[in-house]
């Protein structure tokens, strides 16, 4: 009896030391599986390019409301809205003139041009829309916030000093109200918000209603080549902001 205890001891043991060695295998190979998860990393998506856009606004009149440049540089993560003086007077050919003169003469060609002649910088695209269809689709976002510097009571503008939530009829008022340094800074408040990751998923429609609702030179086929781009400066939180035109020249 006493033997067959023994070997009863002696089996128990060694069958608890294959156990523990099996175990000590598993223990092992889940701690470098764990190991080797923890070492993965995801690379950041480098994207690279950039565009000139002038954005024209047009009123009731037929005359320009307000015009602003939009330099995007994707390597950088930018995008800088400036605004230019309407009556910034620059010479096409023989014709000297300033932005709605030119505008009178050769349309958005004329804008397009006196801009680069008066900043040195390619124009690769532009937009014009009138007050109405810009209204339109400031309506399909939230309101712009803007911080108003001082009171303002002026043709039927009232806004008091401070942050401000503008709605789409406000936005324009005020665009055609405040000087061209709070210009380049409410227009780039309005790009936040446009290019924000609530509109993200949207932006496909945003596009296509914005062509078809102004005169453009951008196609579907420009927008798909930087829609990722988009993304990309979306997801990482790219910078917008604002600046005087006279900084465009200085770069240029």
Do not use: W
């Amino acid at each position: 009896a006493a033997f067959v205890v023994v070997l009863g001891c002696v089996s128990l043991l060694m069958f608890m030391k294959a156990l523990d060695f099996d175990i000590r295998n598993l223990i092992s190979s889940a701690e470098t599986t764990t190991e080797a998860v923890s070492e993965t990393t995801t690379e950041p998506v480098e994207i690279e390019g950039g565009s000139n856009i002038v954005f024209m606004c047009e009123n009731s009149q037929k005359a320009l409301s307000f015009v602003i440049l939009v330099d995007t540089d994707f390597s950088k993560k930018t995008m800088t809205a400036y605004a230019v003086p309407l009556n910034l007077t620059v010479n096409i050919g023989n014709v000297s003139g300033n932005l709605n003169g030119h505008y009178t003469q050769y349309g958005v060609t004329g804008v397009q041009k006196a801009v680069e002649q008066a900043t040195g910088v390619t124009v690769d695209r532009y937009i014009k829309v009138t007050e109405s269809q810009l209204r339109s689709f400031l309506s399909k976002l939230e309101d712009v916030t803007v911080n108003i510097p001082r009171d303002v009571n002026s043709n039927g503008l009232i806004l008091n000093a401070g942050g401000q939530s503008l709605s789409a009829e406000l936005f324009i008022k005020y665009m055609n109200y405040c000087d061209d340094a709070q210009k380049a800074y409410a227009f780039s408040e309005f790009l936040k918000v446009l290019f924000s990751e609530k509109h993200i998923n949207t932006l496909d429609k945003l596009f296509s209603y914005a062509a078809n609702n102004s005169e453009t030179n951008i196609t579907i086929v420009d927008y798909k080549t930087d829609a990722e781009k988009l993304s990309v400066f979306v997801a990482a939180q790219g910078e917008i902001t604002y600046g005087d035109l006279s900084e465009v020249s200085a770069v240029a």
